[in-house]
């Protein structure tokens, strides 16, 4: 599907994989943030996507064209969704809701989709990705464990992933605290036991939470909530987290503390970190083992974060003498879970993001995340892509194109057979290199002088993989430029080093391949070919003829052109001085016939040329 929006092509670059940062409360110590909601709700009924990076139309607003002008997307969801969010999703996509669905209906079904939305049930595999190549473009998790989607997969495909990540915060920081005050007064147990028929007061004696150490392992956004309550229960609260912010901790009031440490002094341990390779089965016998003697644990990460068999023994052995558990490894945990039917175990179903408020937010926040990305914005929330800020894609979008149009037509110079490894993208500007955000550039640079060459499908998620694969070394520099930082860039100039070239007249004097380009009006212009400088609008077909120095060869190369029928809509001719080499630029609407670019060859004094696709 091709859409209408001027960032799609980013779609079709990044450092590595990594899960969004942590949201930094900033309130005073013991306040109680309010549900985070999605953008959409915050700014109630004007829907301003997190990350807008053009005045494209608003997704929500009367022009849905940026969205649908060529063709609706058809959106696939898998697992159930807020109501508001589906509507949205309707608005603007084709919708199929399919539940339940096994792997293979799923292969099936993601190969006709444009996009996937999920939550934590669907495992997203490399098979899937695999069997959405070529149209499968987002896949959108409503809510915030990425641990169901293989992230390096999606990468590889040219996949981007967007979650949900504050709007079931609150959610599930109360289902935390709720687990935590039932387990410590046997809520659960005691609840059963009274529709049994029983009254066993004696025997749900609890525990009391006043005064008691609670340790928040992983102390990120439903951690520092979680925090935050349980200091209104009177609770002394320390947290383990290598990555927290110390100054977030210490405005609400929590010592930031070893592993070791957390795990030793706490009567409470509550777990809140994502299940990584690092943390799968981070909670394991030696773990248990150094705990306080009947320590009190709560689990509404990840299941996989514990080692369940592990768990088992310990609450055997009375080291852990109660459990609440929200998340399993495996889930549903197979009905004879042993860890389940334990007395000392409280468990709920995977119900930490199950508040109305929260499934409504996360099913906005990922609906218009998953929108934005289908028109080539990149969404705040993206997993597996640079996060730039919506401002500098902006400012940037015209040098985007220009990137992407300068990788296209170096790569058309270089003679076949000659292997290319190191490219080189030398940004001019004024602007302080620190304030300059080049990723989006490079991805696109890396975008044109891949696909014209291969089959592989380039977009900002997957441009680095992509380059890293084939072996391809893309560096950046600077010309650090006199003039006003207002302007982000000057130029950019793409060098190829050791490389034979096709056409000779791009080859600077240190013998790269060297083209550069600057934005002139909003468009692409091409500014210099090896040594000579021309000005040519970068759109459509480019010939490149070199020449001496005479009268008379535009008019001829012209006419060629115009009794085949070809269209010149910029010509430009760049010498190193007169009656010596130059270089004449033509930009042409159609391809010429062969026929006409051996007559463009034929003429004298037209020493080599060559015709780029841009
Ligand atoms: N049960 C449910 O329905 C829900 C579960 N979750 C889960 O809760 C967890 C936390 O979610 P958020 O707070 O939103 O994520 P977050 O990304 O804001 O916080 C996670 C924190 O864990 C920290 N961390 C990473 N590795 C760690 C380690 N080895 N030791 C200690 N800390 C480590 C990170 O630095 C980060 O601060 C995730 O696993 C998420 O999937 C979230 C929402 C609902
Ligand atoms: O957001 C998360 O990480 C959750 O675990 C919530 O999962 P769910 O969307 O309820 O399947």
Redesign the pocket.
């Known amino acids: 599907m091709a859409l209408a929006a001027p960032f799609c092509h980013l779609l079709a670059a990044p450092p590595p994989a990594t ?5 930094a409360p900033r309130e005073p110590a013991g306040a109680l943030a309010p549900h985070r909601a999605s953008p959409l709700l915050r700014r109630r009924g004007r829907l301003l996507l997190a990350c807008r990076v053009s005045a494209a139309p608003s997704a929500r607003g009367g022009d849905a064209a940026g969205v649908v002008a060529a063709g609706r997307p058809t959106v696939l969801v898998t697992e159930k969704l807020g109501a508001a969010g589906l509507e949205l999703l309707r608005r603007f996509a084709n919708v199929d809701c399919a539940y339940e669905l096994t792997a293979e209906e799923l292969r099936a079904k993601v190969s006709l989709v444009d996009a996937l939305v999920v939550r ?1 049930a669907t495992r997203v595999t490399r098979e899937v990705l695999e069997a959405g190549r070529g149209r499968l473009r987002v896949v959108g998790r409503a ?3 990425i ?1 169901n989607v293989d992230l390096q997969a999606a990468t590889e495909a040219g996949c981007l992933v967007v979650n949900a ?1 504050t709007a ?2 609150v ?2 920081a109360e ?1 935390a605290i709720a687990l935590l005050t039932a387990m410590a007064r046997n809520v659960a147990q005691a609840d059963a036991s009274l529709k049994a028929g029983k009254w066993q007061r004696n025997k749900y004696v609890g525990v009391s939470l006043v005064g008691k150490t609670l340790a928040i ?7 520092s909530e979680v925090a935050r309550r349980a200091k209104g229960l009177g609770m002394d609260i320390i947290a ?5 912010p110390v100054d977030r901790a210490r405005a609400i009031g929590v010592d930031l503390v070893s ?1 070791d440490e957390a795990i030793s002094t706490a009567d409470f341990v509550s777990l ?5 390779p ?2 799968a089965k ?1 909670f394991d016998d030696e773990t248990f083992a150094n705990m306080k003697k009947g320590v009190r644990i709560i689990n ?3 299941g996989g974060v514990v080692d369940e068999d592990a768990l088992l023994r310990a609450l055997d052995n009375g080291t852990v003498s109660q459990a609440a558990l ?2 399993f490894t495996e889930e549903p945990p197979p009905k004879d879970s042993k860890l389940v039917h334990h007395e000392n175990v409280t468990v709920t179903p ?5 508040t109305s408020e929260a499934q409504e937010g996360a099913a906005l926040e990922i609906a218009e995340a998953v929108l934005g990305a289908l028109k080539g914005e990149l969404a705040a929330t993206a997993v597996n892509a640079p996060m730039v800020p919506a401002e500098v894609l902006s400012e940037l979008s015209p040098y985007v194109v220009l990137a992407e149009k300068l990788g296209r037509l170096v790569i058309q110079l270089v003679a076949g057979g000659s292997g290319i490894k190191g490219v080189k993208v030398v940004y001019s500007s004024a602007r302080d290199p620190d304030d300059l955000d080049t990723r989006v550039l490079r991805a696109m640079v890396t975008k044109g002088i891949v696909e014209p060459i291969s089959s592989a499908f380039i977009n900002i998620v997957n441009a680095d993989y992509v380059a890293k694969q084939r072996g391809l070394r893309i560096s950046e520099g600077r010309i650090l430029l006199d003039g006003s930082p207002e302007i982000p860039i000057d130029s950019i100039q793409v060098h190829l080093a050791n490389v034979e070239s096709k056409f000779a007249g791009a080859l600077s004097d240190e013998g790269d391949i060297r083209v550069e380009g600057e934005v002139k009006d909003g468009k692409p212009h091409l500014t210099l070919v090896g040594p000579f400088s021309v000005d040519v609008s970068l759109e459509g077909n480019l010939i490149l003829c070199r020449q001496v120095d005479q009268p008379g060869i535009i008019g001829k190369v012209g006419s060629i052109l115009g009794k085949m029928n070809v269209n010149v809509n910029f010509m430009s001719v760049g010498r190193t001085a007169p009656g010596k080499q130059a270089i004449m630029a033509i930009g042409v609407d159609e391809e010429p016939e062969k026929e006409a670019l051996k007559l463009i060859g034929d003429i004298p004094s037209v020493e080599e040329f060559v015709f780029v696709k841009l």
């Open positions: 899960a969004p940062a942590a949201d934590s809510g915030v464990g641990d990540p079931n915060t959610a599930a289902h392992m992983g102390f990120g956004k439903v951690g383990h987290d290598p990555y927290a592993f809140h970190m994502p299940l990584t690092s943390t981070l509404v990460a990840r929200d998340v995977h119900l930490g993001a199950s």
